[in-house]
């Protein structure tokens, strides 16, 4: 059986799931829509989705697919033009030390979950999901809690085994610091997809969609090694908040009992 819940996403971004629906809000986007199946197909562009409508993605709502900047490429056959997406986007990326949000999130079977979000690098990131969800993700720079407030239980994982990690560090080298497998972009997303083996856990990719004027995040897609993809809309996005450090504390008393 297929592991839901927050529990079964650490894997991939340690966002947790419970279901709920979103509310409409003004300057509407469209996400893709994850695909709730068992196998990824393989092939070289990404099947069509149907469209999600999420707050505040800046643009026109894209007519037709991403168009990619080239073929997707690993790592060192990247052309100029990637190149300069990837050190852009890796240059947005290092310069942010803060942010705090509000986020919506799409889960394999399309259920969807809201709630906000505080990160402060490096490695620190909180997600409160609103009622009636219990959940909590808590990073504090070496582990991950997934904390469910009304059984009042949580799971301890590494912060080092989640893609989560790559928001959180410090500075990034996107070229060289990850496996980047695929940079595209069209007049409303730089498109970035990195791909990560493990030996235990498998094999996930996570997606990562900025701004093509602003580069500002706007959303990630994880897809896990059986192939679900969980997606997360950002918006309201104030990088210059400064979170209260309390909300990064891990209570490992409680892990241990």
């Not at 409409?24 to 996400?31: E, G, I, K, L």
């Not at 259920?111 to 409160?128: C, H």
């Amino acid at each position: 059986m297929r592991t839901s819940g927050a529990a079964a996403l650490v894997g991939g971004m340690v966002l947790g799931t419970c279901l709920l629906g979103a509310t409409a809000m003004a300057a509407a986007q469209t996400v893709p829509l994850p695909v709730p199946s068992p196998k990824r197909v393989a092939q070289s562009t990404p099947p069509a989705r149907a469209p999600l409508t999420a707050p505040a993605l800046t643009g026109t709502p894209p007519t037709g697919s991403i168009v990619p900047v080239a073929a997707p490429a690993r790592t060192g056959a990247l052309d100029g033009s990637q190149k300069a997406l990837a050190d852009k986007v890796s240059g947005y990326l290092s310069g942010m030390s803060t942010l705090v949000g509000n986020f919506i999130q799409v889960g394999p079977d399309g259920g969807r979950t809201e709630g906000q979000f505080y990160i402060q690098k490096p490695g620190k990131v909180r997600f409160e999901y609103n009622p009636p969800s219990p959940i909590d993700v808590i990073a504090d720079g070496n582990s991950v809690v997934v904390r469910d407030r009304k059984l009042a239980t949580q799971d301890l994982y590494p912060l080092s085994q989640t893609p989560l990690r790559y928001l959180l560090v410090d500075k990034i080298d996107l070229t060289k610091d990850t496996n980047l497998v695929s940079v595209s972009a069209d007049d409303v997303f730089v498109t970035i997809v990195i791909e990560e083996k493990q030996a235990l856990t498998g094999t996930h990719k996570l997606m990562m969609m900025f701004g093509a004027k602003d580069l500002q995040l706007k959303q990630w897609t994880v897809t896990d090694p059986q192939g679900y993809d969980t997606t997360v809309a950002v918006y309201n996005l104030d990088p210059a908040s400064k979170p209260d450090p309390g909300l990064f504390r891990i209570n490992y008393e409680r892990v241990l009992q």
